[in-house]
Structure formats: C-alpha cells, structure tokens
C-alpha cells in the first residue's frame, strides 16, 4: 500500500499538517477530542476523512453564526454583539411581527 494511499495519520501528523501543533500539543488535542481518533491495538490514529469532515463542519457552523464573543470588558462583564449583517437588520424600519 502506498503511503499517498493511507485513509489514517498519526496523532502529531495530522497535528502538524492540519493545525501547526507540536508533537505533545497534538496529542493534549486528542485527549480533549478535538481530533478525532481511533484505536488500532495500542496505536491512536486520526482518520483523514472525520477530521476533514470535522473542519468543514466546525467552519460551516462558524460561519453560519451570527453572535461573535467579545472577552470581558474592565467592568467584569461578558457581552455579546450581533454581527454586522444582523445589527443592520434588526429595527431598522421595519416592524415586529
């Protein structure tokens, strides 16, 4: 079997490929289950096509979400500001229905 042909990479491969994360960065990712990974005997693998499936999810949804999180302001408080798309929308003439 060809390397090209492979349908899993090691932990710290797809780490580095995909994210730029060392070797133990890689493997903290894993544990937390930001990558998705099975077992075969004693060896932890990602499979290409979840973790591929995974980003265009995770970057599907991103997109798709209008509220962005700011980081807490002097006063301890946490907001939440629409995007500018949906500020422009909201009150502008038009009546609640």
């Known amino acids: 079997m060809e390397h090209d042909s492979c349908k899993t990479i090691s932990v710290p491969e797809a780490g580095k490929r995909y994210f730029d994360l060392g070797r133990n960065a890689s493997y903290e990712a894993a544990r937390r289950g930001e990558l998705p990974t099975i077992t075969i005997g004693r060896r ?28 807490q302001t002097s006063d301890g408080e946490k907001h939440l500001h629409c995007s500018k798309l949906e500020s422009e929308q909201v009150g502008e003439g038009r009546p609640d229905n």
């Open 44 to 71: 932890l693998r990602v499979p290409i096509l979840a973790l591929e499936r995974m980003l265009v999810e995770t970057t599907t949804k991103s997109r798709n979400n209008n509220m962005v999180r700011t980081p």
